[in-house]
C-alpha cells in the first residue's frame, strides 16, 4: 500500500470523523434530542393498556350520557312545562354538548386510537438509550476517528507506516457499524418513525385548543344537565332514576376531569417539545447515520494498514 | 516605588468603598426608622421621620388583610368578590367566558368567590397550600384566602406559592398595585398560576381603588394561563371588601 493511498485514506477518514462530530450541531441535536426525552417521559404515564381503556370508559360512559340527555329533553317537554325550543335556550350548553358529541367522540377516540396502537412504537422508542445521549453518540465516535486520522497523518509524515493505528481506525469503523445493531436501531427507530407519523397530526396547537374546547363543552353540560335540566324533570315529577348514565356521568366528572386533565397538559406541553423531534432526521435513517460512515472508515483504514509496498515513484519514497 | 503606588491606589479604593457603604447605611437606617415608626408616639421617632411616615394606615405598602366580601348576584351586577375564566383568544371586558353551570348566578359567566379561613388574602402571611393539595377527586383543598369554589363539578382552590416573589400591595393616593405573582389556582390535580404579573414578568400587575378613611377596597387582575390543559385561557379575579392593617 502507497504512502500516498494512506494519507488519501487518512484525510478521508478525518473527513468522515469530522463529519460525524458536527453533525449534531447541523441537525440541531443538542437542543432538539433533550426535548424529545421530555415528551417520551412525559408520555409514558398515558402509554399503557390499562389508561386507554380506562379514558374509553368514559368516553362510553358519556356517550350513554349524551343519548339519555336527549331522552332526558324529551322527556322534560312531555311534561308540557316547556317547549323544546324553550328547552334549548334555557339549557344552552346541554343543547351544544348533544349537538358536538359525534365530533367529540370522534376526534377523541382518534387520539386514544393513536396513542393505543403506538404503545409498542412508544416502549421501542423509551428502550433506546437516552435522548440526551443522543448527539453524543456522534459526537465521541467522531472525534475518536478524526484524532486517529490526524495521528495516521502525523506518524505518515515522519515516515513510518502507522499500521497500528489503522487498524485501530478500522476496528472503531467497525464499533460505529456495530452501534445500532447493539442497540437494536433498526427495529426501533423505524417504530419511532412510525410513532412520530402517527402523533404527528394530533401534537399541535389547533389540535390541543380543540380538545380544550371539548372539555368546556362536556362541563358546561354536564353541569346543567346535574344543576339545572335534571332537577326541573324531577320538579316537573319526573324520576332521574330512569337516566342512570346522567347519574354515572356526573358521578364520574370530576374524576374524568382529574383523569384527562393531566394527559392535555401533557398534549398542551409538548407540542413544543414533539415539533423538535419531527425536525429532526427521520427515525429510521438513524441506524445508517452510524452504518454509513462506519463503514467508509473500516473499509479505508483497513486497507490503509495493508504491508506498505515498495515505493513506486522518487516522491513516495521520500513524501514531503 | 511601584509597591507604593499600589499601595496609594488599594487605599484610595478602600477609601472610596468604606464611603459608599456609609452612605448605604444612612439610607438603611432611614428605612428601618420609617417601618418601625408608630403613629402617635412622637417621643420616640427622630426627627427625620415624620414627613416619611404615611399618615394614613391605606397609604403606602400595605401589610395586613384583604378580607373578601362574597360575591354577590342579586344585582343587576355582581357584587362583592368574583371570578371569571376567558376563553383563548378572548378578552376580560368582552369575553368569550367559560360559563360554570355550577354558579349561583344568573349569568353563569360569573363564579363568586367567599372568603377562606383566614379572611382573605394576607399581605405578609403565609397561605401556601396544603400538601397534598388536592382530594382524591382532584378538588382543591386550599382555603386560607378563599373557599374553594365548584366549577363545572369540581372545586378551584386558591393559594400563593412560596417560590415565588411573597405577594405586596402598595396604595398611593387610594389607587392600589403590586405583585400577586404567587397567587396560584389548584384544580382538577392541575395547578395553574394566576399570578399578577406572571413570575416571568410578563403581564400587568393588579390594579384597584382603596377608600382612605374606611379601607374598603377592589383589587383587580387579569392572569394568562401558560402551559398545561388550560394553555391560553385567562383567568380574571376581582376581589372586594375590606384592608385591615396588620397590628
Known sequence: MSVRVQRWAAVATLVVGTGLAIAPLAFQMFERAPLGGDMI????????????DTFRGYMADIDAAVTEAADLKDATVEQGDVTAADYDTSYVSITKLVADWNTIDADMGDLLDRMDNNMGNYRAVAALPSFDLFPWFFVMPGVIVA???????????????????????????????????????????????????SFRPMMTRQRVQNVQGYFVTLGGGE????????????????????FPALATFSAEWPTIVGEFNPMIATMSDNVDNFQAVDAMPSF?????????????????????ARRPSPPTSPSEAHPS | MKATRSLIGLAAVLALFGAACGDDDKDSSGTTAVETTVPGDETTVPETT???????????????????????????????????????????????????????????????????TDGGLVIGGDQAAPDPAFDATGNGLADKIIAPVTFFGVAFAAATDPAEAAPMVMAADGVLSGDLSAFTAYYGTGVFNQGAPKPDGSGDGPTGTIDLETGHFTLTWTSLIVGGSFDGFTGVWHLEGTFTPQA
Open chain 1, 147 to 197: 484524532g486517529l486520522s490526524i495521528a495516521v497523518l502525523v506518524r505518515g509524515r515522519k515516515g513510518a507506516h502507522p499500521r497500528g493505528l489503522l487498524l485501530v481506525l478500522a476496528a472503531m469503523g467497525l464499533g460505529i457499524v456495530a452501534a445500532p445493531a447493539i442497540f437494536q436501531m433498526f427495529t426501533r427507530a423505524p417504530k419511532g418513525g412510525e410513532m412520530i407519523d
Open chain 1, 223 to 242: 353541569g346543567q344537565l346535574r344543576v339545572g335540566a335534571g332537577q326541573a324533570f324531577v320538579d316537573g315529577g319526573g324520576d332521574l332514576a330512569d
Open chain 2, 50 to 116: 415624620p414627613e416619611t411616615t404615611p399618615a394614613n394606615p391605606y397609604e403606602g405598602e400595605l401589610v395586613g388583610t384583604f378580607a373578601v366580601d362574597a360575591g354577590d348576584c342579586t344585582g343587576a351586577a355582581p357584587a362583592g368578590s368574583y371570578f371569571q375564566m376567558v376563553m383563548p383568544g378572548g378578552t376580560a371586558e368582552a369575553g368569550p367566558f367559560i360559563a360554570n353551570a355550577d354558579s349561583a348566578c344568573t349569568d353563569t359567566n360569573y363564579s363568586l368567590l367567599e372568603a377562606g
Open chain 1, 41 to 52: 417521559d412525559d408520555f409514558q404515564p398515558y402509554m399503557t393498556r390499562l389508561k386507554i
Open chain 1, 284 to 304: 429510521p435513517l438513524f441506524p445508517w447515520f452510524f452504518v454509513i460512515p462506519g463503514v467508509l472508515v473500516a473499509g479505508l483504514a483497513g486497507a490503509a
